[in-house]
């Protein structure tokens, strides 16, 4: 298996550059950072993937049992990192549960992430109380899924293994179609239920590496106050409220999401 | 009629918002069907969606508009009036309002359709518990099937072809069952003219006209190698409307 065919890894500048690492959301693909990467193109190597089961990354390697609960996924990163030999100092930026993913993988391996970059982060979208509101009820995260599951996003697909006879842990072939958000509907609907269902505010608790935590104004998924409740879990953070509504403020207003990693990376890069 | 009241009249939602979602158009026909007021409109698009919408407007819809400035046929719900929820098909793309960027929202109900689709998924769900069900009963058949090593059992279609074959009939043979299944039992047995009559006549009327068929004999089976064993075969007509696929004749094959 080639980790880095596998993920659809593209690298982009020179070797001795600071080494700058792009996790996605739950959603689309690295290409959700095309508007923030040619900022740093001449002062750092870019490293891009597409989670397994994202993008163009190859379907056939996705196991269901692996990418249950996050941890799956914060695997994927570190065998990128060892198949491109990093073994520190990588700036991470991740989006969204990309953020709880890369934390996970920085706690598994302390030293691998000099800083962390966390756009939107929420370490737990379901409320908690009476301590923790992460903005949705369980019944919400179910109607995602059903939504999910009547969405026409890879229907084909979705309905084809039938035809063969779904065991189950059914096998995923072929490949996901080049739409930028078009995913295999199975496998989005186990990412959803890892990504929405997941708790790991004691794993943001335990985070050492000094982080950026990007909080959009209005964001229906991940509030101000998830903002600051990371910010209060993550010691050595800061914390920036970019002025934006919605959940991708490095596709909406890239240049905001831009100024504020150059500021946080001033002494990193030299851009 | 002016444009603006053409576009009120219009059967379905048409909404406008700036590209971060803030409102800036909701023809008359949305606001009655979401159950809005003049005075109370909402601010933003996301308002009008359930929590689940809001996530998937955010997660998929909004990059996928950004990226590739359309969106078609996606399924959401919206808030309707009285608490109800409204199926709907949405398409959506980017555009101009007046000198600012924006993007058009079609939304048209779909709630047969969406019970229609809904049915769909549950047939689906139904037709992978009969799958799981059938294929746990064949992997219950082939054991019982494949646990007579000493005894080849094969089925034929209609003209002889072999459909079918144990681990038995593998051993016998000398030949996979991969192998056996691409040949005709004719290829590996010596038969008498009689049952070579009745595999012709099977095959020529479909096995309609023959019913009752049983044949016990001592005969010659050439094996994959080459070499000959002495064997005794039984072959009996199958019943057409106990099979699913065309299969006529079983044979029981020992060697002796």
Avoid at chain 1, 93 to 112: F, K, Q, Y
Avoid at chain 1, 188 to 208: G, I
Wanted: hydrophobic letters at 45%; a negative charge; proline letters at 4%.
């Amino acid at each position: 298996m080639n980790v880095l065919q596998r993920n659809n890894v593209k690298i982009t500048g020179s070797k001795s550059e600071p080494i700058i690492m792009y996790a996605h959301g739950f959603g689309c693909s690295q290409a959700m950072w095309a508007a923030v990467t040619p900022a740093f193109e001449h002062c750092s190597r870019q490293v891009l993937f597409d989670f397994v089961g994202s993008g163009q990354s190859d379907i056939s390697q996705y196991s269901f049992s692996r990418y249950a609960d996050l941890n799956g996924y914060a695997d994927d990163i570190l065998e990128i990192c060892d198949a491109l030999e990093l073994s520190g100092d990588i700036i991470f930026v991740g989006h969204s549960v990309s953020c709880s993913i890369g934390i996970l993988a920085a706690n598994r391996r302390p030293g691998l992430f000099k800083s962390m970059i966390l756009l939107g982060p929420s370490p737990c979208f379901l409320n908690m109380p009476p301590d923790y509101a992460g903005g949705f009820e369980q019944e919400d995260l179910a109607g995602l899924i059903e939504l999910m599951d009547q969405n026409y996003l890879g229907w084909a697909n979705y309905l084809a293994p039938v035809v063969a006879g779904a065991g189950t842990d059914p096998v995923i072939a072929g490949q996901l179609s080049d739409s930028f958000c078009s995913t295999d509907p199975v496998i989005t609907r186990h990412f959803a239920q890892a990504t929405f269902f997941a708790d790991n505010r004691a794993d943001f608790a335990k985070l050492s590496v000094p982080a950026l935590i990007l909080q959009h104004k209005e964001d229906a998924l991940a509030s101000v106050a998830v903002g600051q409740f990371v910010h209060q879990q993550i010691k050595n953070s800061q914390f920036v409220i970019l002025d934006v509504a919605g959940h991708a403020a490095h596709m909406s207003h890239p240049a905001l999401v831009i100024d504020a990693m150059q500021h946080f990376l001033q002494q990193e890069l030299h851009c | 009629m002016n444009h603006l009241a053409e576009l009120d009249a219009l059967p379905c939602a048409v909404i406008v918002t700036g590209p971060g979602g803030a409102m800036l158009f909701i023809n008359q026909w949305a606001q009655t069907a979401f159950g809005l007021t003049a005075a109370a409109l909402p601010d933003r698009l996301d308002q009008l969606l359930p929590r689940a919408g809001q996530i998937f407007l955010q997660t998929h819809i909004l990059p996928m508009l950004r990226n590739e400035g359309v969106v078609k046929e996606i399924y959401l719900q919206v808030k309707g009036a009285a608490a109800l929820q409204i199926p709907m098909l949405l398409n959506a793309q980017q555009g101009m309002f007046g000198d600012k960027a924006c993007y058009r929202w079609v939304l048209l109900p779909a709630k047969h359709r969406a019970e229609f689709e809904q049915q769909l998924l549950k047939n689906r769900q139904q037709m992978q518990e009969f799958a799981r069900a059938a294929e746990s009963d064949r992997k219950i058949l082939q054991t019982v099937l494949d646990g007579v090593k000493d005894v080849g059992i094969l089925a034929l279609s209609a003209g002889g072809s072999i459909e079918f074959a144990n681990i038995g009939a593998e051993l016998i043979f000398g030949a996979e069952a991969q192998a056996l299944t691409k040949s005709r039992i004719t290829d590996w047995l010596s038969l008498p003219d009689d049952i070579l009559h009745t595999l012709s006549l099977t095959a020529e009327s479909n096995g309609n006209q023959l019913s009752a068929v049983q044949y016990d004999i001592e005969t010659e089976l050439q094996q994959n190698d080459g070499r000959h064993i002495a064997v005794q075969l039984q072959l009996r007509r199958l019943a057409p409307q106990q099979t699913l696929k065309s299969l006529s004749y079983i044979v029981i094959v020992t060697d002796i």
